[in-house]
């Protein structure tokens, strides 16, 4: 799954050294663009230096993973003269380089390391040069090298071009013969920044003339010249002999070509603004590059083509795609959609991102932002013939991360070549991206009343009255609000039905067919012919369906396109994937495929009726299901070729960020949460009601001797609901046993009671676009007050609660689950004044409707009132809770509370109709993370670089904990040797690491973060320490 290009360009030797110096040269790097730009400098050294010739053997820093590689490797650097290495930040990879490379520093001419970890850094040696010793100096120098730690990835890079820029002031701070070491890495930094074959040719003959072969310029038939410098930021166009440094002196020579229509000059046209890799420019590796400008020309539209020097890309952003020339004005965007075509987040590389920075550069510029990206860690033939499709390391750094920043629409754009390792632009890929940031561009510029929107509704199981179902949402009652929303924003929405029930019968055409078999309506008569002729896959699809029309969406002559038309407006409904039979069939199948009927109405919304964008509404539907590569898309892909060329968007529920991200990464979503219902108590019915008010009796009236006949009423009332089957029951009659032993059974059957109770069930189903009720948000707020943050220095209410009757919550707790009684009652009590707390906290902020629609910022302190949480609280009898704590506790649940009602989902539909940047937002449990709050964000999974976070690994610790005390009490007091557990990606993205977190606690380690605060490392836990023997773990 790695690139390996042929030896030709990985290892070159001399074809004759003639009595010439030979130098041996190892490089290993991140960007494969180094790779024939630095074999074109050595065959011309070899080919023209009558003094030097060089022996060179690259590596691409992911190869190093291959056991013989890496074995290679160490050899050539045992033997080499010069080690050369750039953008290491790996921490893996960065050690084995470290490890290969430490033993030989001393005897290597020179070391040149490029922005990396900071231990590859420090392997850095030229002459009296380091960076251990600039670290340990007074110079300027020494105070930019303690910054490098904090100013990783983009800022190191970025602070080290502007040193490059100061370094003759700076120079003047060190000895002489150390100034000119120092300026000779400055050099060697410019040369590499510079990047062409000619820039780098000088650079490893300056090297070979100072470090290895000082007379190698002696009779002046060699010599080296100065760097040529590029601008740090620009503006590039593959036509251009220039680069420009403003936008007027592009658009002038533009408007000046030639070779291109008028209506290509006209300012209205569409604009595509394109973020580009400086490093591929000037090493002459920009064949995707050109591609991708020339076919946006061919479209119609305008290209704006900039690129940064560093790895801060948000500079050009600001710099180019947006006109700051109206002074007292804000600066206006110029461009309609952005497309970043360097796999790498808006701001930083591939070590640590400036993610805010990017989120607010893209805020301001308020556009869609693509991000296709290269093929780094595979060869075009490996990706084509892998079902894996995107190499896993490539979905981390290139997608992952990408889409914090509120990156969309992941398109593979380039491949490389095996045999040179150059770029090669993918044309059938190139295509795809053009047209769909075309198509995004056309949501700036189409009139909202000519707009085209097609809402997406799912019917699963079909043939059981499931039109209209997703996770937690009334579908029907939300598409309302929406329709009424589109059609107050200017959207041609007609005969709107006069309610959502109205509107659901007026899809499905039969009142009944809720209940019954669905008789839909009929929108649209597709005849085979038009199938055939528009949808031109079709042919792949009779393997397992036959010739169409088939029996699925069919009349036996057409093919049937279900929903309803109201103006611009198409409420379709998807069809069945097919398989419900045998649904692991569609996804394991090799010839699995979509039936004729699918997909003709992906042909009928893009082809026939011309939808400007899809909005897929709720969780989940099949599209981003059907077969192809798990990640990185090919045209033959069936998500792929199903959505065509239309804007995806898609309503999901925020608590799903891991299915989420699959209909981002497959059918190019652009995913915008909905809030999920609350959890409420289960609460308790029938005999367990009766049970709950037996052992009320109980603790009323133990004393007076009526204990032993309530004792075996509770007996017999906990086999009548089964809890036989969760507690132990003793055969004897209550008589027989101790006060003790009758308490104690009291106590364990009022444990699994409150157990029961206490069930989180999610409480009805959320309308898009309405506030919740108060009961709604009492439900959330309890729930987020009953966890200790001890991040954000917050203290769970519970917990203050007990601290007032100095008692311990995590005793509570424990004694609970043991089925004490006194605390089994004492924790139903705090758990009620928990709620009531925050129902008073709530029900200063209720409308007329019963509805949490505005909060106010309530100071009680100041009006001189005592806090009605406070007082509460006093009046449930806890006088003495602290106050103190309560502070940050309710001041944060009030800012929740204000995130809970801020409901921003149509709000960020209608930006996304509109062609605007939505901003992004984390997925996950709003309990467990409140900055899923407020709704309506552009959901993304997690940095995979930040997990287990330390949350999760203080809960995996308690759940360990627990499960091993249990262990113990079944096996005789022993310890467990083994245990297996299932490893879920989708339960790691929702808790952030905490299954993981798990598997670490019960081995025994723990994460810790690298030099950049990425958690990627493990340091082993003392057995002191860790209290208990390590357990092998089976995952």
Partial sequence: MFTHVKSTIRHIVPEAINGRSLLRVVYVVLEPQYQSSLSAAVNAINKNNPKLAIEISGYLIEELRNPENYAEFKQDVAEANLFIASLIFIEDLADKVVEAVKPHRDNLDAVVVFPSMPQVMRLNKLGSFSMAQLGQSKSAIAQFMRKRKENSGAGFQDAMLKLLRTLPQVLKYLPVEKAQDARNFMLSFQYWLGGSSENLENFLVMLAHKYSYPDLLEDKTVE??????????????????????????????????????????????????????????????????????????????????????????????????????????????????????????????????????????????????????????????????????????????????????????????????????????????????????????????????????????????????????????????????????????????SELPESPKALMEAVIHDAQAQYASPELNIAHRMSVEQYERLTPYSVRLEENWGPPPGNLNSDGQNLLIYGKHFGNVFIGVQPTFGYEGDPMRLLFSRSASPHHGFAAYYTYLSQVWQADAVLHFGTHGSLEFMPGKQMGMSGECYPDTLIGMIPNLYYYAANNPSEATIAKRRSYAETISYLTPPAENAGLYKGLKELSELIGSYQT?????????????????????????????????????????????????????????????????????????????????????????????????????????????????????????????????????????????????????????FVSKLNFLNLGKKAPWVETLHQLGYPKVDQEALKPLFEYLEFCLEQVCADNELGGLLKALEGEYVLPGPGGDPIRNPNVLPTGKNIHALDPQSIPTLAAVKSAKIVVDRLIARQKIDNGGNYPETIACVLWGTDNIKTYGESLAQIMWMVGVKPVPDALGRVNKLELISLEELGRPRIDVVV
Avoid at 351 to 360: C, G, M, S, T, V
Avoid at 713 to 732: A, F, G, H, S, W
Avoid at 798 to 827: C, F, H, K, T, W
């Fill in 224 to 493: 080296y010249k100065d760097p040529v410098v590029y601008p740090d930021l620009g503006i590039w166009h593959p036509l251009s002999m220039q680069m420009f440094e403003n936008v007027p002196d592009y658009l002038n020579w533009f408007n000046s070509r030639t070779d291109i229509s008028d209506s290509l000059k006209d300012p209205l046209a569409p604009c595509v603004g394109l973020i580009l890799q400086r490093t591929h420019l000037v090493t002459g590796d920009d064949a995707h590059y050109v591609a991708m400008v020339q076919e946006l020309e061919a479209m119609g539209a305008r290209v704006i083509p900039v690129f940064a020097g560093g790895l801060d890309f948000s500079k050009p952003v600001e710099a180019y795609f947006l006109d700051h020339t109206v002074k007292g004005m804000e600066p206006v965007p110029i461009v309609d959609t952005v497309v970043s075509l360097t796999g790498f987040a808006l701001v930083g590389g591939p070590a640590r991102q400036d993610h805010p920075k990017a989120i607010e550069s893209l805020k301001r510029l308020n556009r869609p932002y693509m991000c296709a990206l290269p093929l780094v860690f595979q060869t075009t033939q490996e990706w084509e013939a892998s079902d894996l499709g995107l190499h896993p390391i490539q979905v981390a750094l290139q997608i992952a991360i990408p889409e914090l920043d509120g990156a969309i629409e992941p398109i593979i754009l380039s491949g490389r070549d095996g045999n040179t390792g150059r770029a090669i632009a993918l044309q059938d890929r190139i295509e795809a991206v053009a047209q769909r940031a075309l198509k995004w561009a056309n949501l700036r510029k189409k009139p909202k009343l000519d707009k085209k929107v097609a809402i997406t509704v799912f019917s699963f199981p079909p043939d059981k009255g499931n039109v209209g179902t997703a996770a937690y949402l009334d579908v029907f009652g939300s598409i309302y609000e929406v329709m009424q929303a589109l059609q107050g924003n200017g959207y041609d929405v």
């Fill in 701 to 853: 009236l133990k004393d007076g001797g009526r204990g032993v006949p309530i004792v075996n009423t509770i007996m017999d009332q906990c086999r009548l609901v089964n809890l036989d089957q969760d507690i132990e029951l003793p055969d004897t009659d209550a008589k027989d046993m101790t006060q003790e032993q009758r308490d104690n059974l009291v106590g364990l059957a009022y444990r699994k009671l409150m157990e029961i109770e206490s069930r989180l069930l999610p409480c009805g189903l959320h309308v898009i676009g309405k506030p919740p009720t108060a009961e709604e948000a009492i439900a959330t707020l309890v729930n987020i007050a009953s966890l200790d943050r001890e991040e954000e220095g917050i203290t769970s209410l519970p917990r203050i609660i007990a601290n007032s009757l100095d008692r311990d919550i995590e005793e509570v707790y424990q004694n609970s689950d043991r089925g004490i009684l006194e605390d089994v009652e004492l924790l139903q009590q705090i758990t009620l004044a928990t709620r009531e707390a925050v129902s008073a906290l709530v029900k200063t902020q209720i409308d007329a409707e019963g509805r949490v629609s």
